[in-house]
């Protein structure tokens, strides 16, 4: 039984971080919590929530063509990546006003630690979108269909960092209600930001009868164009 127990030990020293979040999350918690190795988890899930994102960012766009493949499997993972550094600093801080221990790596953690699941739960999806980009020509329905698809992803992934952020914080209930409200207010901002960006950067998936381009101009905004498209699907008016 002890030699059955020290090689399991030993196989899961060699789990990469990604693995360790998904099958010992409790685990990854306490040592995230704990400082245990942080550079190796920081980089283990960045390198796996961008080739994540890089997947996902391809199989969109490849409903266009391939240069815009190409080019949503560059801007996808540039999207999270930079939605997070623009707001960590914000999440730090607040957390440390409302006197959260944390230091900056542990915060940065926990938030790839989000993000590499919202990658994975993305790729998971993966099948679905090619399913639909083979089988419908509706671009309306296919754009709407992965903004849907994303608010799951992200959801999950944010469910992800407010489950970190309890449990790393479990010994400390006297400002626990006061960091989950800031942290609620922290998600809002992350949301308008990445949607701002995700705007910026667009296109991801290429509009039918239109060439491919890098980026487009700034013109409109991201829940403007959403609502458009939902009128075109259901035949309101129809997007330009």
């Not at 999207?79 to 999440?91: A, E, M, Q, S």
Request: aromatic share 14%; hydrophobic share 55%; net charge positive.
């Amino acid at each position: 039984m002890l030699a059955t127990d020290v090689s399991t030990t030993q196989r899961d020293v060699w789990l990469t971080p990604l693995e360790l979040l998904l099958r010992h999350r409790l685990r990854f918690f306490a040592e995230v919590r704990d400082g245990v190795d942080l550079p190796h988890k920081l980089a283990g899930l960045l390198v796996c929530a961008a080739l994540g994102f890089a997947i996902f960012g391809a199989v969109i766009g490849s409903e266009h063509s391939a240069l815009q493949a190409v080019a949503a499997a560059l801007k996808l993972p540039l999207l999270f990546i930079v939605t997070l550094l623009v707001c960590l600093p914000t999440l730090y801080f607040f957390n440390s006003i409302f006197g959260a221990s944390l230091d900056l790596s542990q915060n940065l953690a926990l938030l790839l630690a989000a993000i590499a699941m919202t990658a994975i739960v993305l790729l998971a999806f993966a099948p679905v979108v090619i399913f639909f980009e083979i089988t419908t020509g509706n671009y309306q329905f296919f754009k709407l269909l992965n903004v849907a698809i994303f608010v799951i992803a992200g959801g999950i992934g944010v469910r992800q960092l407010s489950e970190g952020m309890r449990l790393l914080q479990l010994s400390d209930r006297r400002s626990l209600k006061a960091r989950t409200r800031i942290l609620y207010l922290w998600i809002l901002l992350y949301a308008f930001v990445g949607s701002q960006l995700a705007w910026t950067l667009r296109p991801f998936f290429g509009a039918p009868g239109l060439p491919f381009e890098w980026f487009r101009g700034l013109g409109g905004n991201f829940y403007t164009n959403i609502f458009a498209s939902f009128g075109e699907l259901f035949g309101f008016f129809t997007v330009r």
